[in-house]
């Protein structure tokens, strides 16, 4: 292991913060859950159509998180952070464009393109500045680190319903929420563009798409542990976007009351988890991570499908417990897969960070999903019912982990 690797000192953090603020960068995409609510209102869509807006973002990883792998391997971890960044940038610019100088269909057609924008910076994004971590950390640290990194992530999505919620009540605008993040993000390109990070290419042999795709079906671990993102991606998108509609399904209460309080709670959640799986993390083995994660999700929907299903006066803490308890089981779901894959088959490491990022589909998959079901049983029950699948995968894979993932382990190093 290389001094790089091992630093801990101030001019190792200073080197890695750069890498960390890039993460909070990464974290704009969150802010579709709040932008899609406010898009729903105001051109009055049903719940499937607006949840066809995080099917615009995530769609792109299926598409893109491949080919970024690839990309990787010619001009580096780094410079390809920096073209998402820039990428990104152009998404938080189109809305701006389109609340000033357009409006009705021309408006809704700028933002749906400013989603795609987005998506597809995102994906270059999660598939680079996630290996990019492996350059400062390895092994059993790594887990912990990529959890910091979703840590401070979750502040951008914490602050988005904020921002936007301000700037509706005090200013009529809620989408200054991407004039500030054009500002943040800018920032963000300017310190990573000046630091100089000696990276290394871990892939042996030509990557291809083939090459790549043959990994993820050959490989039983390689497969599960992309499943589990998919379940991860699915579970957070969705309730970030249907969480709000719950609550008012149920009291009744205005989306503007409730939406911030809702989303906020979800991220503050969250939040902890991913400070407290940095801490401990490092700890404990990745079977116990995520058989306490895939636990507290579970949990999570018992408490969402009793809240769903009392329909007169249904007691509103619970849907907070609900809401607070899949934050934090999620929060480290990403992490822990993501680490097992990427230090399973480190000499390939490129062609699986492209893989598992290609998982974040699964953010395109469970929101129409959900909104679909919710509309068919007129009950956003229909939405609990889907998310329950993600969160039973992950407890799933916890309880068997033994026999699914460590038994692999021996096997295959083709």
């Known amino acids: 292991m290389s001094s790089e ?21 990464m974290g704009f995409v969150d802010l579709v859950g709040t932008a899609t609510n406010y898009v729903k209102a105001e051109f009055n869509l049903a719940n499937g159509t607006a949840n066809l807006f995080t099917t615009m973002v995530f769609f792109w990883f299926l598409i893109f998180a ?54 597809i910076g995102n994906t270059l994004m999660q598939v680079s500045l996630n290996p990019l971590l492996t350059v400062f950390v390895k092994g059993d640290k790594l887990a912990s ?18 921002i936007a919620i301000w700037g509706a009540t005090q ?32 892939d042996a042999g030509t990557t291809t798409i083939g090459r790549c795709f043959k990994l993820l079906f050959s490989d039983r671990i390689v497969l599960l542990c992309f499943l589990g993102i998919v379940a991860h ?67 999570s929907t018992v408490c969402f499908a009793i809240f769903c299903s009392i329909t007169s006066n249904p007691p509103v803490a619970l849907f907070w417990v609900a809401v607070a308890l899949v934050g934090f089981g999620n929060s480290n779901v990403f992490s822990l897969f993501l680490s097992h894959a990427l230090m399973y ?17 699964g953010g395109a998959i469970f929101p129409p999903i959900m909104g679909a079901l919710a509309d068919a049983m007129s009950a956003q029950l229909g939405a609990i019912i889907v998310m329950s699948v993600g969160c039973i995968y992950v407890l799933v894979i ?17």
């Open 66 to 119: 491949v080919p970024t792998g690839m990309l990787m391997n010619k001009i580096g971890r780094r410079k390809t952070v920096l073209w998402s960044i820039l990428v990104t940038l152009v998404a938080m610019a189109l809305p701006i464009i389109a609340y000033v100088a357009l409006s009705g269909t021309a408006r809704l057609v700028l933002i749906v393109i400013s989603f795609a924008f987005l998506g």
């Open 345 to 361: 088959r480190p000499e390939r490491q490129n062609e699986i960070s492209g893989l598992m990022l290609m998982a974040l589909i």
């Open 233 to 299: 991606v699915g579970v957070d998108v969705g309730i970030n976007a249907q969480a709000p509609r719950i609550l008012t399904e149920h009291t009744g209460d205005t989306f503007t009351e409730i939406a911030a309080t809702a989303t906020m709670v979800y991220f503050v959640a969250r939040m902890i988890g991913c400070f407290t799986g940095g801490i401990v993390l490092s700890k404990i083995s990745n079977r116990v991570g995520i058989l306490v994660c895939g636990t507290i999700m579970t949990a």
């Open 145 to 162: 680190t990529l959890t910091l990194g979703q840590f401070v992530k979750s502040f951008a999505s914490l602050f988005a319903p904020y």
């Open 171 to 202: 200013l009529g605008m809620w989408w200054i929420l991407f004039v500030i993040y054009l500002v943040v993000g800018i920032v963000g390109y300017v310190l990573l563009a000046i630091d100089k990070i000696d990276e290394p290419a871990p």
């Open 5 to 25: 690797t091992t630093k801990t000192g101030n001019a190792g953090l200073v080197k890695i913060a750069p890498v960390m603020f890039a993460f909070f960068v």
């Open 398 to 414: 916890g309880v068997g982990y033994k026999a699914i993932i460590e038994g692999k382990k021996a096997a295959v190093k083709a």
